[in-house]
């Protein structure tokens, strides 16, 4: 018996031309030293009368088959995009447009503590240094906290428990912020009004009442 190998090598032909998807297997039989080919469609052949020639002809269809198949393979990985981009080249793993309609408010928004439940309080005020001389440019500074924003006022009264100076700081402004704040103390302050010198006493008011008192010398 024989085998068409013209056959064969035109079978392999289209597989290689992509038009048909074949299925093929190769066995060997140990015991009776016979060689078959399976294909699909096919019944086994017995090739033992095969000259070497046919055979080594067989053989280098299959190696071209494996060399043609090797191309496919090597071509393909040559348009993999490693995903540690080692070819240091762009890779655009996804790519998506979103719009936003304008609905006329802001995308950002800020959130504002709720310091409601807060009650205001302010925490020992100093003035430093304490004496001073007002008269002086650098004068003393009056320091103090606040627990949130809230407005207030600064009463200065003389040891004859006179009023000489009343100060209003609104709520969020200079002088009524939540946290630290500093008050400069000199001859530019206080409305332009000098204090003569002697002992004076300021008061924090809120509401009508006193959240905080202190007390300051003046020095001629």
């Known amino acids: 018996m024989y085998i068409n190998v013209k056959g064969i090598q035109d079978y392999f032909l289209r597989v ?6 074949i299925f093929f297997f190769l066995f060997f039989n140990l015991n009776s030293g016979v060689f078959a080919v399976a294909v699909s469609h096919s019944s086994k052949t017995d090739i033992t009368s095969l000259s070497e020639i046919t055979f080594s002809k067989m053989q280098d269809i299959a190696h071209g088959l494996s060399g043609f198949f090797g191309d496919i393979n ?3 990985s040559d348009k993999v995009a490693n995903i540690n981009n080692q070819k240091k080249d ?4 996804e790519m998506s447009f979103k719009s936003f309609n304008n609905s006329g408010t802001s995308l950002v928004q800020f959130e ?19 004496p001073f ?14 627990s949130k924003d809230f407005s207030f006022e600064i009463h200065i009264y003389n040891m004859l428990a006179q009023r000489v100076f ?5 709520e969020g402004f200079l ?10 103390v000199n001859r530019d302050s ?4 000098l204090l003569a010198s002697g002992v004076y006493f300021y008061v924090f008011v809120h509401n009508d009442g006193v959240l905080a008192k202190g007390k300051m010398v003046v020095k001629p």
């Open 166 to 170: 009343k100060q209003t700081f609104q």
């Open 133 to 146: 001389r007002q008269s002086s440019e650098s004068g003393a500074v009056l320091s103090y906290d606040l």
């Open 112 to 130: 504002e503590d709720d310091d409601s439940d807060i009650e205001p309080a302010i925490t020992q005020p100093l003035v430093y240094p304490n």
């Open 190 to 193: 206080l409305g332009g009004y």
């Open 16 to 21: 290689q031309l992509g038009g048909f998807l």
């Open 90 to 93: 762009l890779v655009i793993m």
């Open 175 to 184: 002088g009524a912020r939540k946290g630290a704040n500093r008050l400069q």
């Open 74 to 76: 090597r071509k393909s």
